[in-house]
């Protein structure tokens, strides 16, 4: 029996890269980056366009080549495109799961 968890959600296993976006809510697992340069999710409206900074998923304080973090993130409010910079790897999975940062 197929689980009803897996039709409610979409894996996403290149963010590093334009992909679009599904469901109001993400979990997004980054690894790797570079010293004191934080790690952003961006958004567009088109795949090739130009992406501005939707959040901040680590902290150029906190980031580095060790960085192996997981940030729950309300993406309600992004763009049909998102795609993650200054991390080496970057993995998410989206849907509507409910939101709680705890």
Not at 15 to 41: E, H, M, N, Q, Y
Not at 43 to 59: E, K, Q, R
């Amino acid at each position: 029996m197929r689980s009803k968890f897996l039709e409610q959600v979409k894996y996403a296993d290149d963010l590093t890269s334009a992909t679009a976006r599904a469901g109001d809510s993400g979990l997004f697992i980054v690894i790797g980056g570079t010293t004191s340069t934080a790690i952003k999710l961006q958004h567009c409206d088109t795949a090739a366009g130009s992406y501005t900074d939707f959040a901040t998923l680590v902290a150029a304080a906190d980031a580095g080549s060790s960085t192996n973090e997981g940030v729950q993130l309300d993406i309600s409010g992004a763009k049909k495109y998102l795609k993650v910079t200054g991390a080496t790897t970057a993995v998410a999975v989206f849907g509507d799961m409910p939101f709680d940062p705890q």
